[in-house]
């Protein structure tokens, strides 16, 4: 992906249709809804599950609310004249175009509509819709495709080909498909319209089909981004010529990014998705660059999604585009030093409403420089970090630090606060693991910078891991076999089995607790029990699932190296999305629900990191290649490809290949190279092969894994059984 220079980096189950690429297995069925943007876009616009398209209008930060910024913009609504929307069968899905494609397919005995629409690039394009009617009962027929133009307060007719608002500024063009000229419309108006159309709200045109072939008729819509009266496509370039022009720049934007490819149609479906909309949630803002956590439920920027985005982006090798947002989170600092919480005009003069975001922040500023080895950038963040930890610091010399909760004593703690995720008010381990970790980030920092206050800062990180370890075990309380860390210390006796996610976070992504530690390890055990379809209860607020926390029980398996585990819970994540790879943010099965909405941009980024620690992952000095692959991908003729993986370790590039007797790899290590050994996953089960490699030291073979050492730039393995 790039930038501009400035900031540049290197509810309806839907049923798949005759041809249509399978929809994934959507648990349970629900409403849903697909961002489609420009690249880094101010205009942003959501297809419903049933192909509307709907704009949002975006005004200042009000005060009060940041959220309320949000208004419903122009939607279009296409239909058939005759054919009913709810009695259609619909599929929709992403194109296999670079560009971010929404295609919707309605189908009727003898007629079948298809609507794609995009945003086009540059944003000053507006959005397009390409529409094509065919089938046996257009022969003959009059039929003609229904427009429906809403949230515009009127509209006429400028010529033959474009519909003004009653202010005169141009609302929907008609142009042509390819090299055909665009059809003509017709209107009519909402007086005429009432006793034909009720449920249009606005302008609605018909396109009659009588342009084209007998049995297949074409056509192409283009809208505004808002309302400027000049346009930056001439009238001149059809439909298609700006969905090539808007490929190529997708592909230009992707470019020298982490890419994969894996036999596994969903799992690439999901991964060539969420890395799109990581690029259409991207919004220049008059201080930099931000990152939506939504568009719908949750507009608007907070340091939980942008930190979990930025650790991604620079994962995918993204890494100017990660420091510009992270550039602006410096920014985003309460007058007391602390991190805001969730962004508003004037930063809160309050505690932080969620103390987990004080280690957020300075863990993602750290990884960042981990993995570009960029002292200027840590260099310009310390001074930022250091001001946010002495707000901390402050926060814990107060006496409210320390005190009684559920029969547990707590002491050096954070003041309560509100823990999230279903976490009533009071002392929470996600916001000491937080707060903590920004301790640890910092002492990282110090020592790169040899900043005299290291010593300190170490010693206040040894005193404070040790009152949270201290009241984890006496927390610690039996529940169905298991004796599992509440992450509410002293909670109630119907509550201590819920909202472990902050337990799980102290393992991932903290890395405060080790993956095996006998405190919170049977936590883990008692996740694993407790699932419904696939999936972990007891993580968060419902009595549902939580795809993003259960991605990072994911990440915790790895770590244990229960890598089939791992994947398992990848596979599930995977059967809750929606057609076009979007999650909620919890499910409930019975009554089938969802909650808050989609997209959600840490669960976007969450099926990136777990999906990229499945192909590679990091074990203090060594590289593990294609660790979590199951069995099922080891046939011959599958390959799995990751090109340009960016870690700490080195710049990772690899390709494997099974045969029916054999299996081969390539791996390529560039740039800055600090690891020691790799262990790549490439044999099945129970072959006893023959190993040749060069461009590196074959140590063992060890089950499903080859162990290299002395390793060069270029390594080649060879098997055979």
């Known amino acids: 992906m790039k930038l501009p220079k400035s900031v540049r980096f290197s509810a309806l189950l839907l049923l798949p249709l005759s041809g249509a690429v399978a929809a994934p297995k959507l648990f349970p069925p629900l409403r849903n809804e697909t961002p489609i943007a420009a690249f880094a876009s101010k205009s942003k616009a959501i297809v419903t599950d049933q192909g509307s398209i709907e704009q949002f209008i975006y005004k200042p930060e ?99 080909s474009k ?83 808007t490929n190529a720049k997708w592909r230009d934007l992707l470019e020298g990014g982490m890419a994969i490819k894996v036999p ?18 991207l919004e220049p803002q008059a201080d930099g660059l931000r990152i939506l956590k939504g568009l719908d439920h949750y507009y608007g920027s907070n340091p939980y999604d942008t930190l979990q985005a930025s650790l991604i982006l620079d994962r995918l090798g993204f890494h100017d585009l990660a420091e510009a947002i992270l550039r602006r989170q410096l920014k985003r600092v309460q007058f007391d030093g602390a991190f805001e919480m969730w962004e508003q005009p004037i930063p809160p003069a309050r505690p932080p409403i969620f103390w987990i975001v004080q280690g957020l922040a300075p863990f993602a500023i750290w990884k960042h420089y981990e993995i570009t080895q960029d002292r200027h950038w840590l260099e310009e963040a310390w001074p930022v970090v250091l001001r946010s930890l002495k707000a901390t610091m402050k926060a814990r010399s107060k006496s409210s630090s320390s005190g009684m909760q559920g029969g547990i004593r ?98 991932y992504p903290f890395s405060q607790l080790a993956a095996d530690d006998p405190v919170v390890l049977p936590t883990l055990r008692f996740l694993q029990a407790h699932q419904s379809n696939g999936l972990h209860l007891n993580l968060g607020y419902s009595k549902g699932v939580f795809p993003y926390l259960s991605a990072a029980v994911g990440h915790w398996h790895l770590r244990l190296g229960e890598f089939d585990e791992a994947f398992r819970i990848q ?123 060069s461009g590196a030291t074959l140590d063992s073979i060890d089950g499903r894994f080859i162990q290299l050492s002395t390793l060069s730039e270029n390594i080649k393995v060879d098997a055979q059984w």
Request: charged content about 20%; aromatic content about 8%; some cysteine.
């Open 571 to 693: 596979q599930a994540i995977l059967d809750h999305a929606s057609p076009t790879w979007g999650w909620y943010e919890e499910y409930e099965a019975q009554p089938p629900k969802g909650y808050a909405g989609i997209p959600d941009v840490w669960q976007t980024s969450e099926l990136l990191h777990l999906t990229r620690e499945l192909l590679l992952l990091e074990e203090n000095d060594a590289l593990l290649i294609a660790p979590a692959i199951p069995q099922s991908w080891m046939k011959a003729g599958n390959e799995v490809t990751v090109e340009h993986a960016a870690s700490p370790l080195a710049d990772v590039s690899y390709h494997i290949g099974w045969n029916k007797n054999s299996a081969g790899a390539t791996v390529n290590l560039s740039g800055e190279k600090h690891v020691n050994r790799i262990r790549i996953r490439l044999l099945p089960e129970h072959v006893k092969p023959k190993v040749t490699v």
């Open 264 to 281: 596994d149609a969903r799992l690439q479906d999901a991964w060539d998705a969420n890395l799109k909309q990581l690029g259409m949630l």
């Open 163 to 245: 519909i003004l608002d009653d202010q005169g500024r141009l609302v929907l063009r008609m142009l042509s498909v390819g090299n055909e000229p665009a059809a003509q419309l017709g209107l009519d108006f909402p007086d005429a319209l009432v006793a034909r159309r009720t449920s249009c709200h606005g302008v609605s045109t018909q396109i009659p089909v009588s342009v084209g072939l007998p049995d297949k008729f074409s056509f192409a819509i283009q809208i505004p981004v808002d309302d400027r009266t000049s346009w930056f496509v001439p009238e001149t370039v059809s439909a298609m010529e700006r969905l090539k022009a």
């Open 62 to 160: 009000s005060p009060s609310d940041p959220r309320a910024n949000r208004t419903d913009g122009p939607r279009l609504r296409i239909g058939i004249v005759g054919y009913s929307i709810e009695n259609a069968v619909i599929a929709q899905h992403y194109t296999k175009d670079a560009t971010p494609v929404v295609k919707t397919e309605y189908q009727w005995p003898g007629l079948q509509m298809t609507l794609r629409a995009f945003a086009a690039e540059p944003e000053e394009s507006g959005y397009f819709v390409i529409g094509e009617v065919e089938g046996s009962a257009l022969v003959g027929s009059k039929l003609a495709v229904d427009i429906c133009l809403e949230n515009i307060s009127g509209g006429r007719l400028m010529d033959r």
């Open 410 to 507: 707590i002491q050096g703690f954070l003041p309560p606060d509100y823990g999230d995720g279903g976490i009533g008010e009071g002392y929470s381990l996600p916001g000491n693991f937080g707060a903590l970790t920004g301790f640890w980030a910092a002492i990282q920092m110090a020592s790169v910078l040899n900043a005299p206050e290291e010593k300190w800062l170490l010693s206040m990180y040894e005193t404070y891991k040790k009152n949270i370890v201290d009241v984890m075990r006496a927390s610690a309380v039996a529940a169905d076999g298991y004796k599992i860390v509440p992450s509410f210390p002293g909670a109630k006796a119907d509550d201590v089995t819920q909202h472990l996610w902050g337990t799980v976070e102290g393992v």
